[in-house]
């Protein structure tokens, strides 16, 4: 063997994972110890795993700082990589932290901590200054000896490390140290490394995450608690540190990434100087140079009241001239006799206008004056008292006063008490006669448009106007392009060697016939039943994302019945139920999606769905541009089917759980769980996730930007 060549000797095993194994070795030659990593030989999808590693192996070596672990070299043997760094003999900034536990005089002191950091962001700037950036940093990354030095490893890993995390590690989640932008699948960069750096560092010096999570939710729910919360205050966890310290961390910490630090030098300087910042909430996600509307407005108010002569007429609202606001008095005066638009006004102008509009009401001078002074008089009483003979003639007076009720003239007060029952009476007659023809009314659309509601056929029978379409802001209905699966008997799971735990054992499940969605439902097809479009990217032929399970349920529902087909889910309680024997659209079950997927076919073997090349077929990490795409723009699979391999991932209707021979219904799936099933994969996943037997889940409530679903129906005899 030749001095040079690839020699070492394996000392023992640091780490086993289900995807990798990490050795510490001894070179043959100089006998330097030596830290190897490689890929576990039982992995299945070892293509995907082995571009993976050949690209942290080429970062690794581009790499030279005293402050990032030192690649020595890379080689492949026995169709295997190997991946050979400098042995640094250290413990995971992890494992320390979990060591300290919350005992604060066992922490370091803040002097010790700054010093780390420093290296930490030494070592970060020199990667940005070459184009690369971390994105996977957290304590598990960063490597402590004894003496506190450190050294940082993982550079050149993939953004999405964190999804093939084991669901509940010993420590934190990785999710938690990442960025929104990068949880929410968005363009990381120079401030998703300060945001990660801004966790690990607020954790280093309290022993505690920046923000108060509930330790009973699981990972996913912790890291959307977190957008919600403020970081707290060190002093409220016993971990007092300098404010100048806070308000620097505060920033790096910030949900909008524009509002955090432009770079790692800027945030080492600020560290250096020990400079004090603003306070602003992480919360704020608009800079605060955007609200400029106001200012303007505020110039133009005063104008009005250093010239009063030309505006008073445009507007009557200034208070501080009384004289001009009881010019335009008049007007409201005469709309002051009807009441129901002389009130809102009153209301809408300021408080002077409201006394003379009430002064109006109960003296109406321009009219009534003269006629009013007779009345308050006596001299008129006692002229009828002494004229007793014509009571009898009844009829004159009766003709007066209907006259009187309309044109209100100068009658005495005692006149209308004499017939005010019959009156009463006529007036009742007629107010139940049109309370009782709007009862009519209302009853009429009612049972027209809700209760007999005609259930339109799609573009031929929507015979809605222009001006209900644009108020309701919903697409016209048209069909869902469906193909038909025959009922065939499947097996369900890993058919081939290398799958995942979860994909075992094979399960025989018989799969009645069924439509599917050709494509997966489109922000187009969302639209049709519900006004407002939840995707983070707008695009009509885009397919709808970011929608949870429980919004897909209803969207189904309210889709089959303009469709005219009988919903498929309802609610008892908190539970909700599906009528499989119903022919409504609803989400289809795992053996109904992997079926389709497949081509409808037992014997199609593809890997994905429709080819083993999934650039043929799929728009996943490797070739999407992070950002979700048209369906329909790659090959169907056998069915003539698109995208269900890649694209956006899609919801169906089991509870996940592992594969079970004591399931009773494996076409239904489990009757309860905490998280419902993904398929397919996605555009911002690897290739390994878009293996047609792979299988993910979600939190039913949970909204992502590279999922979505498409529907089916059940084939009704």
């Known amino acids: 063997m030749e001095k040079g060549t690839n020699a070492f000797v394996i000392l023992e095993t640091i780490q086993r994972g289900k995807r990798y194994l990490i050795y510490l070795a001894k070179n043959y030659f100089t006998g330097d110890k030596?830290?190897?990593?490689?890929?576990?030989?039982?992995?299945?999808?070892?293509?995907?795993?082995?571009?993976?590693?050949?690209?942290?192996?080429?970062?690794?070596?581009?790499?030279?700082?005293?402050?990032?672990?030192?690649?020595?070299?890379?080689?492949?043997?026995?169709?295997?990589?190997?991946?050979?760094?400098?042995?640094?003999?250290?413990?995971?900034?992890?494992?320390?932290?979990?060591?300290?536990?919350?005992?604060?005089?066992?922490?370091?002191?803040?002097?010790?901590?700054?010093?780390?950091m420093q290296k930490m962001l030494s070592g970060l700037e020199y990667a940005h200054s070459l184009g690369i950036y971390h994105l996977n940093l957290n304590p598990s990354n960063i490597l402590l000896s004894a003496d506190n030095d450190i050294r940082i490893i993982g550079f050149g890993k993939s953004p999405l490390t964190w999804l093939r995390v084991d669901l509940e590690p010993q420590g934190k989640h990785p999710v938690i140290y990442i960025s929104p932008e990068q949880y929410r699948g968005e363009k990381a960069g120079v401030a998703s490394d300060i945001y990660s750096f801004g966790v690990v560092a607020y954790e280093l010096l309290t022993g505690k995450l920046p923000w108060s999570l509930s330790p009973k939710d699981n990972h996913l729910k912790q890291k959307e608690s977190s957008f919600q919360r403020p970081v707290l205050d060190p002093e409220m966890l016993g971990s007092p540190i300098p404010h100048w310290l806070l308000t620097?961390?505060?920033?790096?910490?910030?949900?909008?990434?524009?509002?955090?630090?432009?770079?790692?030098?800027?945030?080492?300087?600020?560290?250096?100087?020990?400079?004090?910042?603003?306070?602003?909430?992480?919360?704020?996600?608009?800079?605060?140079?955007?609200?400029?509307?106001?200012?303007?407005?505020?110039?133009?108010?005063?104008?009005?009241?250093?010239?009063?002569?030309?505006?008073?007429?445009?507007?009557?609202?200034?208070?501080?001239?009384?004289?001009?606001?009881?010019?335009?008095?008049?007007?409201?005066?005469?709309?002051?006799?009807?009441?129901?638009?002389?009130?809102?006004?009153?209301?809408?102008?300021?408080?002077?206008?409201?006394?003379?509009?009430?002064?109006?009401?109960?003296?109406?001078?321009?009219?009534?004056?003269?006629?009013?002074?007779?009345?308050?008089?006596?001299?008129?009483?006692?002229?009828?008292?002494?004229?007793?003979?014509?009571?009898?003639?009844?009829?004159?007076?009766?003709?007066?006063?209907?006259?009187?009720?309309?044109?209100?003239?100068?009658?005495?007060?005692?006149?209308?008490?004499?017939?005010?029952?019959?009156?009463?009476?006529?007036?009742?007659?007629?107010?139940?006669?049109?309370?009782?023809?709007?009862?009519?009314?209302?009853?009429?659309?009612?049972?027209k448009n809700v209760i007999f509601k005609p259930k339109p056929r799609f573009e031929s029978l929507r015979k809605e106007s222009e001006e209900a379409k644009a108020l309701d802001n919903l697409n016209i209905n048209k069909p869902i392009d469906m193909v038909m699966v025959q009922a065939d008997t499947i097996t369900l799971g890993a058919i081939a060697p290398g799958g995942e735990a979860d994909e075992y054992p094979a399960l025989r499940v018989f799969v009645p016939s069924f439509y599917i969605s050709r494509f997966e439902v489109s922000q187009d097809e969302w639209m049709m039943?519900?006004?407002?479009?939840?995707?983070?990217?707008?695009?009509?032929?885009?397919?709808?994302?970011?929608?949870?399970?429980?919004?897909?349920?209803?969207?189904?529902?309210?889709?089959?019945?303009?469709?005219?087909?009988?919903?498929?889910?309802?609610?008892?309680?908190?539970?909700?139920?599906?009528?499989?024997?119903?022919?409504?659209?609803?989400?289809?079950?795992?053996?109904?999606?992997?079926?389709?997927?497949?081509?409808?076919?037992?014997?199609d073997q593809y890997l994905y769905s429709g080819s083993d090349d999934a650039d043929e077929i799929a728009w996943h990490s490797g070739n999407s541009s992070a950002r979700v795409r048209a369906s329909g723009a790659k090959l169907e699979n056998g069915l003539g089917i698109f995208d269900m391999s890649g694209n956006v991932a899609e919801w169906v209707w089991n509870w996940y759980a592992p594969y079970s021979y004591q399931i009773k219904n494996t076409f239904e799936g489990p009757t309860n769980g905490t998280d419902r099933g993904v398929r397919g994969g996605s555009w911002f996943e690897p290739q390994s996730q878009l293996r047609i037997s792979n299988r993910s889940f979600q939190k039913p409530f949970v909204q992502k930007p590279y999922i979505g679903f498409r529907v089916v129906r059940t084939v009704v005899d």
Not at 58 to 78: C, Q, R
Not at 325 to 333: D, G, H, L, S, T
Not at 402 to 413: K, N
């Open 248 to 447: 620097i961390l505060n920033k790096c910490l910030m949900l909008e990434p524009s509002l955090r630090f432009a770079s790692i030098s800027e945030l080492r300087q600020a560290i250096s100087e020990e400079h004090e910042l603003k306070y602003l909430s992480v919360l704020t996600k608009i800079p605060a140079s955007q609200p400029v509307v106001p200012e303007p407005i505020a110039e133009e108010i005063p104008e009005p009241i250093v010239e009063p002569e030309p505006i008073a007429e445009e507007i009557p609202e200034p208070i501080v001239e009384p004289e001009q606001v009881y010019i335009p008095e008049p007007e409201p005066v005469i709309e002051a006799l009807h009441e129901p638009v002389a009130d809102p006004e009153a209301e809408s102008i300021a408080e002077p206008t409201t006394e003379p509009i009430q002064d109006a009401v109960e003296i109406p001078e321009p009219i009534y004056i003269p006629k009013l002074e007779p009345v308050d008089t006596t001299e008129p009483v006692p002229e009828p008292a002494p004229a007793p003979k014509p009571e009898p003639a009844t009829p004159l007076p009766r003709e007066e006063k209907i006259y009187e009720a309309w044109s209100r003239p100068p009658s005495g007060p005692r006149a209308p008490e004499a017939e005010n029952p019959e009156e009463l009476r006529k007036t009742g007659r007629l107010f139940r006669l049109l309370i009782t023809a709007s009862l009519l009314v209302v009853l009429y659309f009612v049972g």
């Open 34 to 116: 030596v830290v190897i990593k490689t890929i576990e030989p039982k992995y299945y999808d070892r293509d995907e795993q082995l571009e993976i590693l050949m690209n942290e192996a080429d970062t690794g070596l581009k790499l030279n700082h005293p402050s990032i672990i030192k690649a020595l070299s890379s080689f492949e043997e026995d169709r295997n990589l190997y991946y050979v760094m400098d042995y640094f003999e250290s413990i995971s900034l992890e494992q320390k932290l979990a060591s300290l536990g919350s005992v604060l005089a066992s922490r370091p002191p803040v002097d010790s901590s700054l010093l780390m």
């Open 529 to 603: 039943v519900f006004p407002q479009n939840p995707s983070t990217e707008k695009g009509n032929k885009l397919p709808v994302h970011n929608v949870n399970f429980y919004d897909i349920v209803d969207w189904c529902n309210e889709k089959s019945l303009m469709d005219g087909y009988r919903p498929c889910y309802e609610y008892f309680d908190n539970d909700l139920s599906c009528d499989f024997s119903a022919d409504g659209y609803r989400l289809p079950t795992e053996a109904e999606w992997e079926y389709a997927a497949r081509g409808g076919s037992a014997k």
